[in-house]
Structure formats: structure tokens, C-alpha cells
């Protein structure tokens, strides 16, 4: 009866593997290589369930089976080994972990070896248990899928590291499930278990120093795309810009062509002449504050907004700043063109209103904006 619910336990795991590796493959696609090789690792796992089912041994190489199995069945759907041994790991031991608090939950009612001799309790033990994997094989199957859409490379230390948790957490729960069962003695598979645990703890500050210097990369990138994304706003700014000098330049000649004509023929009218163009020419450049970067800033967002919006300005900052000049101007970049943008959105020109405070007190800058906006956009 033990060999027969094994090889029900074998055939179903290998039905779970299928579920979870399970794609659509074309005809060329499918290997009959691996079906060979995996057909005949099952023939030798069932083999050595009827031979040697009664060893202790038989847990660990039954283990090792299974996991082989699995590798095989990814190869078979089109699956590197990289790619699936994470998966296959945390498969296993997440159904084992299962399995162990399933019999630690059993156990509080009833004591496994009586449930073993009774065949509706056994059978029904069983189902429980499947169902478990089951589930558990569902879950990770949509998290599988999920991952298969995010394309990126995973460094070789990275991919060890993520195959040690999984795998230290098969070695946990095998010990349990184990000492559950009292197949090996407490005292060998207490130091295995506890071995695995400090492996774990090792590798999960390992992971936590990770992610902290992925997200510093991840804050980076960010900035460095903001920078960017100013910079190219400047760029187009100082085109314009270059046009708008182009046409002054071109102005300008015209103006000193006629200068000339009336400096030979009527003087006075020239006089005059040359003090109207000095009175129509307006310095456009605002000193709004000391700090170099604020100031141009400031000029190159709101020079071509003072006659469409009612502007408040007031930046009180000293010259030099302990901020970095690119993060100010991304920052400061951002809240003007946000604030601009809203603003302009708004048809009537006596509701356009942008208040504006810059202070730096105590090594930080304060920054207050506000402005008006239509309500009624989402």
C-alpha cells in the first residue's frame, strides 16, 4: 500500500510540474530527446520506490528525483535551467513546507502513524495534501507567467543567491517533515535545520543590501532622466532663443541703414530717431536672486510669461548653495513648467496667477508655489 500511494505522490508531482512549465509549442519545438530522458528518469523513480521504499535513503533520493524531474519538464516547454531553477526550488519547498504544517496540524488531533493504518483517513490525509500542492502550484504558475514578461539580466551572483534561499528552505522543511515522521534521528537533522536557517539569514541581509543599492540606482536613474529631460527643455529654449537674436540682429541692420541715411541728410531727425529706439529697447533680464542658477532659471521660464500671467515673485536665497545645481534646476525646472502649464490652460488671462517663495534657512531650502488652475480638469 506505501509503494502505491508513492508512486500516486510521484505521478502526481509530475502532473503538478506539468500544470506549472505547461505552454503552447509548436510541432519543431517539442523535444523527443527530453520526452525520452524524462520518461525514463520516471521509469527509474518508480523503480526505486518499489525497491527501496522502506530506506531512509529513499526520502533524499526520491527528492533529488523529483527536482531532476522538473528540470526536465522545463527543458521540454522551452525553459533554461537558469531560468527555472529559482522556481522549481521555491516550488518544492514551498510544497513541502505545506506538507509540513499539514502534518503538524494532523498531529494535533491525531498522531500520523494511526491515520497511516487507517485507509479512509490515509486517503483522505492525501487529498488534503495534494490540494495543498496544488494550490501552491497555481500561485506560482501566475507569478512565473508574470516574471517571463520582465526582460532584464541577471548577474551570476545575483541568480546563486536567489537559488540558496529556495534551496536552503527545501533543506528546512525536509528536516521537519522528517523529524515529523521519525525517519533520521533529532539531533543530525536539528543541525541541518538550524545550519539552513543561518544560511538564510546570511542571504536575506545579503538581499536587503541588495535592493538598497538598487534603489539608490533606481533614485539615480530617475534624476539622471530628469536632467536629461531638462536639459532637453533648455536646449529648445536656447533655440528659440538664437531665432528671437537672429531677428534682432537682422532688425538692428535695418535700423543702422536708416541711422546712417538720416545722419547725412538730417541730423536732428537722426537724434531723434536713435533716442526712440534706446527708449524701445528693454532689458528683459530680472535679477530675481543672487544664486546664479535660480536667477537664469527663473529669466528663461517667466520671460516670455509677464504679459499672460500675474507673476509674485520672492527669493531671498544667498549665492552659493550646499544643493547640487543640476537637482535644483530639475526641481525647481519641474514646479515652474507644471505650474506654467496649468496656469496657461486657463483662457481667461486675469485668473492666470503665480505666486512663487524661495528661502533658505538653516541648509535647506524652502520652496512654496502656488498658482491658479481649472477646477474642472481631471
Known amino acids: 500500500m506505501l509503494v502505491s500511494l508513492r508512486i500516486v505522490s510521484i505521478l502526481f508531482d509530475l502532473f503538478l510540474g506539468i500544470i506549472f512549465f505547461y505552454r503552447p509549442l509548436s510541432q519543431k519545438e517539442k523535444s523527443r530527446r527530453i520526452c525520452i530522458f524524462t520518461s525514463l528518469l ?17 526520502l533524499v533520493g526520491n527528492l533529488i528525483l523529483s527536482i531532476a524531474e522538473y528540470y526536465f519538464l522545463g527543458l521540454y516547454f522551452g525553459y533554461a ?36 493504518e487507517n485507509l479512509i483517513a490515509m486517503l483522505f490525509y492525501l487529498a488534503v495534501a495534494f490540494l495543498l500542492s496544488l494550490l501552491v502550484t497555481l500561485v506560482l504558475r501566475q507569478l512565473f507567467r508574470a516574471h517571463q514578461k520582465l526582460v532584464y539580466t541577471v548577474s551570476k551572483g545575483t541568480w546563486l543567491y536567489q537559488f540558496i534561499v529556495p534551496f536552503l528552505s527545501i533543506c528546512f522543511a525536509f528536516t521537519v517533515s522528517a523529524i515529523q515522521g521519525q525517519v533520521f534521528e533529532k539531533d543530525y537533522l536539528s543541525f541541518v535545520s538550524v545550519l539552513a536557517l543561518i544560511v538564510l539569514t546570511f542571504s536575506s541581509l545579503y538581499f536587503t543590501l541588495y535592493l538598497s543599492q538598487q534603489q539608490q540606482r533606481y533614485y539615480q536613474s530617475i534624476l539622471e532622466t530628469e536632467q536629461l529631460t531638462f536639459q532637453l527643455r533648455e536646449m529648445k529654449q536656447s533655440k528659440k532663443d538664437y531665432r528671437r537674436i537672429q531677428r534682432i540682429q537682422h532688425d538692428l541692420k535695418n535700423q543702422h541703414v536708416i541711422l546712417l541715411a538720416l545722419l547725412k541728410e538730417n541730423p536732428e531727425q537722426a537724434k531723434s530717431y536713435l533716442q526712440s529706439m534706446t527708449n524701445s529697447i528693454e532689458n528683459q533680464t530680472v535679477c530675481y536672486s543672487k544664486n546664479t542658477t535660480i536667477n537664469f532659471l527663473l529669466n528663461q521660464k517667466l520671460q516670455d510669461k509677464i504679459e499672460d500671467i500675474q507673476l ?8 552659493r548653495l550646499e544643493i547640487n545645481p543640476d537637482i535644483l534646476a530639475v526641481l525647481l525646472g519641474n514646479l515652474l513648467d507644471n505650474s ?24 535647506k531650502l524652502f520652496i512654496a508655489i502656488e498658482n491658479s488652475f481649472d477646477e474642472n480638469e481631471d
Open 42 to 58: 520516471l521509469f527509474f523513480h518508480a523503480l526505486l520506490t518499489i525497491l527501496f521504499s522502506g530506506a531512509n535513503l529513499f
Open 81 to 116: 535551467v537558469q531560468e527555472s531553477s529559482f522556481w522549481i526550488f521555491c516550488q518544492m519547498s514551498l510544497t513541502l513546507l505545506a506538507g509540513t504544517i499539514l502534518n503538524q496540524a494532523v498531529q494535533l488531533f491525531s498522531p500520523l502513524s494511526i491515520i497511516s
Open 312 to 319: 509674485e515673485i520672492d527669493c531671498f536665497v544667498p549665492q
Open 340 to 363: 506654467l502649464e496649468a496656469c496657461m490652460r486657463l483662457s481667461n488671462k486675469e485668473d492666470r496667477v503665480l505666486i512663487l517663495g524661495i528661502r533658505y534657512f538653516q541648509k
